[in-house]
């Protein structure tokens, strides 16, 4: 189909991977859980426009060029994690009584996944080593068929986020009624964060 070998495959491998716990989903519950939907919308754009960067700097060849110059790749690795752990960090800080919608605007928290999604070099290398399976070199028409697969990451990655984004809303109406949960599950998201962050630089040390 348009040049994808196996479309339902695609789709499959594609929505398994979404389910995957990872700082984009942790971005969208923290936007949601402290911004109320519009934070939680604002996160999913930020975090489809970071995939679709990706997606495209892998397609230009970016990914192979991090992969060939290490010093440079290990640099983005650096300010990735540096940038997951302050948000991290910043998710641990609120004290009791902040538990609360935060009236920040929906563009920091469209920013703030943008950022997120974007310094995460290991997606780009999963960007360079996934899609190439699922193109047919026979049938592969250049542009149309990256365009084709595009739209379909979109698509599932926005049913899926919207979901999340939703589903973290309720939960978060009915834990507003008891501070305390809200405040250590908002720092246990904060501590993963920052996990992530120092995860990342691991494959450095």
Aim: proline share 5%; hydrophobic share 55%.
């Amino acid at each position: 189909m348009l040049g994808v070998s196996d479309y339902g495959a695609f789709v499959l491998a594609f929505i398994l991977l979404l389910f995957l716990p990872g700082p984009g989903n942790l971005a969208l519950v923290h936007a949601t859980g402290l911004g109320g939907l519009r934070g939680g919308l604002a996160s999913i754009a930020g975090l489809l426009l970071g995939d679709q960067v990706l997606m495209w700097l892998t397609v230009a060849g970016v990914a192979a060029l991090l992969q060939s110059r290490p010093a440079l790749f290990g640099g983005l690795q650096a300010v990735g994690a540096a940038y997951l752990a302050w948000m991290g960090w910043r998710m641990w800080r609120p004290r009791m009584g902040s538990a609360g919608p935060i009236r920040v605007r929906a563009g920091r928290y469209f920013a703030d996944t943008l950022l997120i999604t974007v310094l995460n070099p290991k997606s780009a290398i999963f960007y360079f080593a996934f899609f190439p399976q699922f193109i047919d070199p026979q049938q592969h028409r250049g542009i149309l068929t990256f365009a084709f697969m595009a739209v379909t990451v979109i698509a599932l990655g926005f049913v899926y986020c919207l979901g999340v984004v939703l589903l973290t809303h309720t939960l978060a109406q009915r834990l507003r009624a008891r501070p305390h949960w809200t405040l250590w599950l908002n720092r246990l998201a904060g501590v993963c964060l920052m996990g992530f962050g120092l995860r990342l630089l691991w494959p450095a040390s």
